[in-house]
């Protein structure tokens, strides 16, 4: 067992895939709302995931991870704990905890790092324990692995903009993108705040979305966290920012998939460019005509692909145009069927943590260009 990660498509050793046990539809808090009326649960009501839901998802987790294994990636898994109870620190108490299915969210490892994120739900303040006894483990066996955690935020009222997701759906589209483009969103600058799922990792280069998790402070303390790396402030053209990993998706060196719906900075494309990256816009999504219930994903899970090596990549099973883009990419694509785990966070890649690829530090991008 080892500690080693670099970016996004190295071969693949030692993979944690999530668990969907016991996930809540969690009450409302200031850094999100939920509200699925036609579902039962329209909001300021909460609790726990439909049992067959949970089941269905858990039986594609549990599929992937066999997957996973007969090509010989080791898999770890959390151990979820009970979401159903209340969580509290000594500043404020909230109904629900959430879930341990996108781990992605929590984690990330940077070499032989895994740094744990501050998140900034209070219903996922504890996330963090469901994945301490991967972590104890590889602290173990690793002697080399380096096991940190950004501070724990407060997460006081002082965190967010009073009153922000009432004004923000009275907004036009074009009056929410001029919010995104500012950076003026529900969390305020009081602490550093970032989930691990706002940041690409592609060698030396760390680019991380500032969005409806990640705030300006977080970015900061991840620059100063990693001096050994360039670490990006990047934002899309989204009114719904969050993580990254639905809309920059490294493929290998020199070619990253691009969610053309949320147009990028023409600077970081540029920066792309000038270092022989092509950027390649991802085809549309397979249609969600059964769209999942209870979900707070787009269709945009199509290109939350996970790479098994830099010419391997398994892609959700009925995304067959994208499995199709990218066979002419050359790649070859591997199909999971994990329609049933959205509902619970995510696609293949934030359902995922990378524990240990093959390689090392490399910088992709010698030549620096604009703010890069
Ligand atoms: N917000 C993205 C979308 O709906 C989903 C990304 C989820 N990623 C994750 N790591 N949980 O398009």
């Not at 991870?65 to 898994?77: D, F, K, N, T, W």
């Amino acid at each position: 067992m080892r500690v080693n990660s670099w970016n996004g498509w190295d071969p693949l050793r030692h993979v944690l895939v999530g668990r969907a046990d016991g996930t809540m539809v969690q009450a409302p808090e200031p850094a999100v709302q939920r509200d699925f009326p036609a579902d039962g649960f329209p909001l300021g009501t909460y609790g726990p995931m439909p049992e067959e839901m949970t089941a269905a998802a858990n039986e594609q987790l549990d599929a992937f991870a066999v997957q996973l294994a007969a090509r010989g990636v080791q898999v770890s898994r959390p151990t979820p704990i009970d979401f159903s109870q209340p969580v509290s620190t000594p500043d404020w108490e909230h109904p629900t905890g959430f879930g341990c299915m996108p781990p992605r969210d929590v984690l990330i490892t940077v070499g032989n790092e895994i740094l744990e994120a501050t998140m900034c739900y209070r219903s996922r303040w504890f996330e963090y324990l469901c994945y301490r006894p991967v972590l104890q483990e590889l602290f173990e066996a690793d002697p080399d692995m380096r096991w940190e955690a950004a501070p724990k935020p407060r997460l006081t009222d002082a965190s967010f903009v009073p009153g922000f997701w009432n004004e923000y759906q009275t907004l036009s589209k074009a009056e929410q993108l001029a919010r995104v483009a500012e950076h003026d969103l529900v969390l305020t600058e009081e602490e550093p705040l970032f989930d691990a799922a706002d940041i690409a990792r592609f060698g030396v280069d760390l680019f991380v979305q500032l969005s409806l998790v990640t705030n300006r402070k977080g970015v900061d303390w991840l620059r100063r966290h990693f001096p050994d790396h360039r670490v990006h402030e990047v934002t899309f053209t989204n009114t719904h920012p969050l993580h990254i990993d639905a809309t920059w998706v490294p493929l290998r060196p020199g070619l990253v998939l691009h969610n053309g719906e949320r147009p990028a900075d023409p600077e970081l494309v540029k920066y792309f460019e000038v270092n022989d990256w092509q950027v390649v816009e991802a085809v549309q999504p397979a249609s969600w005509k059964h769209h999942p219930r209870l979900s707070f994903c787009s269709p945009w899970l199509a290109v939350n692909i996970l790479n098994l090596d830099p010419r391997t990549v398994c892609v959700e099973a009925e995304e067959v145009r994208l499995a199709e883009q990218l066979d002419g990419l050359g790649m070859e694509v591997v199909p999971v069927p994990f329609r049933a785990v959205g509902p619970f966070g995510g696609g293949l890649h934030c359902a995922t943590v990378d524990i240990w690829r093959e390689g090392g530090l490399e910088d992709y991008f010698p030549n620096r260009c604009g703010r890069f």
